[in-house]
């Protein structure tokens, strides 16, 4: 059972909450009570607990090596840095679990130019193997089921499948298999 009865264990656990929501884009703090008075010790423990809660989310959903939010710098720096289409969609499937639902505002940066560079070498490995009218991804880094299917591509097919699990090694990371398996699955 949690008991916090050391004011530097609040302290801290205060500090990494808020540093963490801070990281994830929250709008408010779930620290801060309606009367504008220090947090109770029940409200970090729910913090704490939420932010324990969305690391292991996207842990779930295919993002490795997510620190835990106990250490709040490193935290930060991993949900700041890590900004690859799988961490992307992972962040916005888990985002329900932070305090009040996490950021409002929830839209993803443009891809970087090497991020699109990625996405087109992506896309030309999967078409010399074995899948020629492969769309390049959109300007923003979109590629979408829709498109697939405008160019004839079953989404479902074994062996797009497998050309894609073989192709996921030229992203260097930006691309993984539980990307691939989700956006299959349609999520």
């Known amino acids: 059972m949690f008991r916090a009865t050391s004011r530097p264990l609040l302290a801290a656990a205060a500090i990494a909450a808020a540093a963490t929501l801070a990281a994830c884009g929250a709008s408010s703090s779930p620290t801060s009570s309606t009367t504008g008075g220090p947090p109770s010790a029940a409200q970090l423990a729910q913090a704490q607990h939420d932010l324990v809660r969305f690391a292991v989310c996207l842990r779930s959903h ?3 090596n997510v620190p835990d939010p106990t250490s709040p710098r490193q935290f930060k720096s991993y949900l700041g840095n890590n900004q690859s289409p799988a961490a992307q969609s992972a962040k916005q499937t888990c985002r329900r679990l932070l305090p009040g639902g996490g950021p ?4 993803t940066p443009p891809p970087t130019h090497a ?3 990625t996405y087109l070498a992506f896309a030309h490995c999967v078409r ?3 899948f020629p009218r492969f769309p390049d991804p959109s300007s923003t880094g979109e590629l979408s089921h829709e498109m697939l299917a405008n160019a004839g591509i079953n989404v479902h097919l074994p062996a797009l499948r497998d050309a894609a699990d073989a192709c996921v090694g030229v992203t ?3 691309l ?5 398996a989700r956006f ?3 999520h």
């Open 104 to 107: 409002s505002n929830h839209s």
């Open 62 to 64: 295919g993002v490795p």
């Open 128 to 130: 010399s193997h074995g």
């Open 176 to 180: 993984t298999r539980a990307a691939v």
């Open 172 to 174: 260097h990371g930006l």
């Open 115 to 117: 991020q699109l560079a």
């Open 184 to 186: 299959v699955a349609g």
